[in-house]
Nanobody
């Protein structure tokens, strides 16, 4: 089970951080990442840790967003800087476990005003 938090309303060029706390140990997760879905658009990848420990970012957020993890707290974070109105979306965390199960968080709204 995943619990996302930390969204909110911010002005353009501002910063927000969202977090995703897992009920299980994230050390057994193969893939951990953040996706987002804007109104009328498909859900898209924002940033993710791969099973090899590397990170992948969408081109639109490179240099502005940073994904990180705290294994002791079983939490994955997404630090978002220099936010733009087009970053407005519901942000979802996703974890793919070594068991094969895939979990999604409930989503947290991020709204960036111009």
């Amino acid at each position: 089970q995943l619990q996302a938090s930390g969204g909110g309303l911010v002005q353009a060029r501002g910063s927000l951080s969202v977090s995703c706390a897992a009920s299980g140990s994230i050390s057994s997760a193969n893939v951990m990442g953040w996706y987002r879905q804007a109104p009328g658009k498909q859900r898209e990848l924002v940033a993710t840790f791969t099973r090899f420990g590397s990170t992948v970012y969408a081109d639109s957020v490179k240099g502005r967003f940073t994904i990180s993890r705290d294994n002791a707290k079983n939490t994955v974070y997404l630090q978002m800087n220099n936010l733009k109105p087009e970053d407005t979306a519901i942000y979802y965390c996703k974890m793919a476990w070594s068991s094969g199960r895939v979990d999604w968080g409930q989503g947290t709204q991020v709204t960036v005003s111009s």
